[in-house]
């Protein structure tokens, strides 16, 4: 219980310093640098591309260690980190320590959520999941809200805030040994080779977890977008306040919490092909929707329509991936590194798109990305 605690604390955590960080430098790198749309998506994808390749070029070195060394580690290099983009005095130093900042992530999400699932299996996995979704979920709920009223009183001040929070991970995770059992501090190397030795031909994965990371890559598309193009979109368009397109961003994650909370409460939808497809048209509608609206009172209504469907697409992918495997760590990192392309080509694409087109054009360019992704899925052959 302790164990698990602290995961889901230092969950919440994390994610509050990188929805912060990430929010922060959208209009820091606006302000400060005078930065083109193009350029902040670029940054933003610097930062994404760079987790990319650490889930896969830090899974060895990950592996050598224990997963609280492993996250202690990462937060202390994503602290400083942090702490040298505050500081830096061009863009040039703030691209490279980005991409640092994102590269020791990798040390942190997959061995976090290989060690949460760790020996959970059915029902104990789904409702697990979901407070590890709601955990990090949170940290999307409060980052724009606390980033978005900071920012109006000083550009600096979220970046602080955030240095604060890998401070205190840090020594959460460097100091759990004294209050955790040993049996918990575990190497998940060490787990999987055992259970791996009872049974080798006892890997049940199933095949729908391949449709659930096409969603989840389509899903984090759009989330870029929102989270790296639109900021810019709203305040020089629409008019939009910082505090204001936060609030936005919160509204999504309030109803991704809701759709966190039914996923794990619910089972029906478990190995089920139908709700995925389901899901990812509802996805093409909030495409659509976004292209049209222009009010703010508008957008909350389709940020919560966005916020339930993401959820529910998030969750497809990290149950049907992990479900039946006896390699968790490695499923967890596909899992990151899918919805991280989508990251990627959100804000790269996005943000170049929109240096030379309209908002809508950028909105369109997703549906028939969402569209595709849609018809992959329906024509995916799944065994009963």
Known sequence: MRKTKLLLSGSILNNTGI????????????????????????????????YLI?????????????????????????????????????????????????????????????????????????????????SWNT??????????????INLRL?????????????????????????????????FTKKETSLSEVEDNS?????????????????YGILLFVFPIYGREVLGFSESAVGLLLAIRAVFSMLGFILAGRFTWW?????????????????????????LWFIFVFVFSIFGFVFAWIYSNSIFHGVAGSIHREMRMAIHEAVLTLGLVIGAIGGGELYA?????????????????????QFLFPVKK
Request: glycine share 8%.
């Open 19 to 50: 929805g912060m960080l990430n929010f922060g430098l959208v209009y820091y790198m606006r302000d400060m640098f005078q930065a083109t749309t193009g350029q902040i998506g670029l940054l933003s994808s610097l930062w994404a591309a760079s």
């Open 54 to 134: 650490g889930c896969f070029a830090l899974r060895s070195f990950s592996k050598k260690l224990t997963p609280q060394k492993s996250i202690t580690l990462a937060a202390l290099v994503m602290g400083i980190s942090s702490f040298l983009i505050f500081t830096s005095p061009n863009t040039l130093g703030i691209f490279i320590v980005y991409c640092i900042f994102g590269f020791m992530t990798a040390l942190f999400w997959p061995p976090l959520m290989g060690w949460l699932s760790q020996g959970l299996e059915g029902k104990e996995l789904g409702k697990t999941i979901s407070y590890f979704n709601l």
């Open 139 to 152: 940290g999307l709920l409060l980052s724009p809200i606390i980033a978005g009223a900071l920012l109006e």
């Open 158 to 190: 979220p970046f602080t805030v955030v240095i604060l929070l890998y401070i205190i991970l840090t020594a959460a995770f460097g100091l759990s040994p004294l209050y955790l059992k040993k049996s918990s501090l575990t190497s998940l190397n060490t």
């Open 206 to 222: 199933t095949p729908l977890r391949f449709l659930g990371w096409l969603g989840v890559v389509s899903a984090y598309l759009v």
């Open 270 to 294: 478990h190995f089920h092909k139908g709700q995925i497809l389901i899901v990812q048209l509802l996805l093409i509608l909030c495409c659509f929707l976004f292209s049209l609206v222009k």
């Open 356 to 376: 030379r087109q309209p908002m809508q054009i950028v909105f369109y360019s997703c549906i028939i990305v969402v569209s595709v992704v849609f018809l992959i």
